[in-house]
């Protein structure tokens, strides 16, 4: 088997396409909780917390240093801002992945708990036992 053949069909295995779907909705869906965190949930906190955007939040440790408009050197800062949004985008992923593995258990647990499949056909009837026993007797 050629490597061409050999990685064909490693790609094109039922996982592998479902891992790749799953990373590009993971990717999506990612950018759909940032924008939800960012521009839909901090503004009322921050609001409420009187006026705060956490986005900007951060502790300078060393302010940059300017000579003739140009940067010499960097500022140095802890951005924990935007660590708090992070920390909030992931909760928020994390309860949305709870709430699908919940609900797929519950539906694992519905197939599960369906009835069983019939039971083996009932015995054969005693005259057709009877005539397979004188036969087998025959055969002798």
Known sequence: MSLASEFRDFAMRGNVVDLAVGVIIGGAFGKIVSVLVEKVMMPPLGLLLGGIDFADK?????????????VVKPEV??????????????????????????????????????????????PTPEDIQLLREIRDLLKK
């Open 58 to 70: 951060k502790w300078v440790m060393q302010s940059a240093i300017m000579e003739a408009d140009k």
């Open 77 to 122: 800062a802890l951005g924990y801002g935007e660590f708090i949004n992070a920390m909030i985008q992931f909760v928020i992923v994390a309860w949305a992945l709870f709430l699908v593995i919940k609900t797929m258990n519950r539906l694992k647990k519905k197939q599960e708990a369906a009835p069983a499949a019939p039971a083996a056909p009932a």
